[in-house]
């Protein structure tokens, strides 16, 4: 079974940095998987998109997080990233990685892993 493994949250102050990362586990070979995107949940909120990577290398963010957020991917480790910059107290939240939704569909993407909680302090 493929699972995400994410990892790098943490308590940041803002206008802080933080680098999530998320080590896809399982039988799956990265680069074969076109859009991987990094989704959200804050506390009584759905989640949400906030960054998406195809392989040819352009990415997708929301207005919320453009400019601030970059996605990357290394193929090699199964890995893909989320470099957060100039982070805001609205950015607090569980992030989690995945398959794109929005093109493979629901019933299509990996189990969700455990996320990983970013906090951002006023």
């Known amino acids: 079974q493929v699972q995400p493994v994410e990892s790098g949250g943490g308590l940041v102050q803002t206008g802080g940095s933080l680098r999530l990362s998320c080590v896809v586990t399982?039988?799956?070979?990265?680069?074969?998987?076109?859009?991987v995107s990094w989704y959200r949940q804050a506390s009584g909120k759905e989640r949400e998109l906030v960054a998406r990577?195809?392989?040819?290398?352009?990415?997708n963010y929301p207005d919320s997080v453009r400019g601030r957020f970059t996605i990357s991917r290394d193929n090699a480790k199964n890995t893909v990233y989320l470099q957060m910059n100039s982070l805001k107290p609205e950015d607090s939240a569980v992030y989690y990685c995945n398959r794109d939704v929005a093109f493979y569909g629901a019933s299509l993407i990996w189990s969700w892993g455990q996320g990983t909680q970013v906090t951002v302090s006023a």
């Open positions: 990577l195809i392989n040819s290398g352009h990415a």
């Open positions: 399982g039988s799956v070979n990265l680069s074969g998987i076109s859009r």
